[in-house]
T-cell receptor
Framework: NAGVTQTPKFQVLKTGQSMTLQCAQD?????MSWYRQDPGMGLRLIHY???????DQGEVPNGYNVSRSTTEDFPLRLLSAAPSQTSVYFC?????????????FGEGSWLTVV | DAKTTQPPSMDCAEGRAANLPCNHS???????VYWYRQIHSQGPQYIIH???NNETNEMASLIITEDRKSSTLILPHATLRDTAVYYC???????????FGSGTQLTVLP
């Protein structure tokens, strides 16, 4: 059981390039989400999905695209990278329990846009 | 999410109990209190959550006041590896979308 796996761990992009951050979970969780964390700040929700084929925007969705074709995978696409998207990105997944929800986070993907 | 208030920083001696307070005076009757922590440069880690009763697991204990307006996370025997930012979160709705505030920077001193 690997939990939530993110790749790549580190990436440098040039302004205007596009790329995809991969996220996979092996816990059969229906809910997955992407957060970004800027230096010295808390996490902010980018996009989330409540199940395969269903996605929705979070607090800071501009410049990012997501899709959810399977329960396991939830990739985050940067359409045209900008320096303002330099950040650490965390993928998360959770399930609904009888006594609340526990969210499991990946180890993060460090992205630098130059 | 209900607003939470935490001290920005706390120190604790290694081996002693760390008691981290959180105020959540606007909490609703069916909202849970969650605690997560983030060790430097790592993904946030779930610690514990509760509704009204005190809770304990292998990591920590959670004490919720009877009026539910505040809670305390207790790490019974803090170690250097417990140095982290601790977040108290009271999410609304399904509790799957967390709002992370500034949290409390806990530093465990040798």
């Amino acid at each position: 059981n690997a939990g939530v796996t993110q790749t790549p761990k580190f990436q440098v992009l040039k302004t205007g390039q596009s790329m995809t951050l991969q996220c996979a979970q092996d816990m059969n969780h229906e809910y997955m989400s992407w957060y970004r964390q800027d230096p010295g700040m808390g996490l902010r929700l980018i996009h989330y999905s409540v199940g395969a084929g269903i996605t929705d925007q979070g607090e800071v969705p501009n410049g990012y695209n997501v899709s959810r074709s399977t329960t396991e995978d939830f990739p985050l696409r940067l359409l045209s990278a900008a320096p303002s998207q330099t950040s650490v990105y965390f993928c998360a997944s959770s399930f609904s329990g009888a006594t609340g929800n526990t969210i499991y986070f990946g180890e993060g993907s460090w992205l630098t846009v130059v | 999410d209900a607003k939470t208030t935490q001290p920005p920083s706390m120190d604790c001696a290694e081996g002693r109990a760390a008691n981290l307070p959180c105020n959540h005076s606007t909490i609703s009757g069916n909202e849970y209190v969650y605690w997560y922590r983030q060790i430097h440069s790592q993904g946030p880690q779930y610690i514990i959550h509760g509704l009204k009763n005190n809770e304990t697991n292998e990591m920590a204990s959670l004490i919720i006041t009877e009026d539910r307006k505040s809670s305390t996370l207790i790490l019974p025997h803090a170690t250097l590896r417990d140095t982290a930012v601790y977040y108290c979160i009271v999410p609304s709705g399904s509790a799957r979308q967390l709002t992370f505030g500034s949290g409390t920077q806990l530093t465990v001193l040798p």
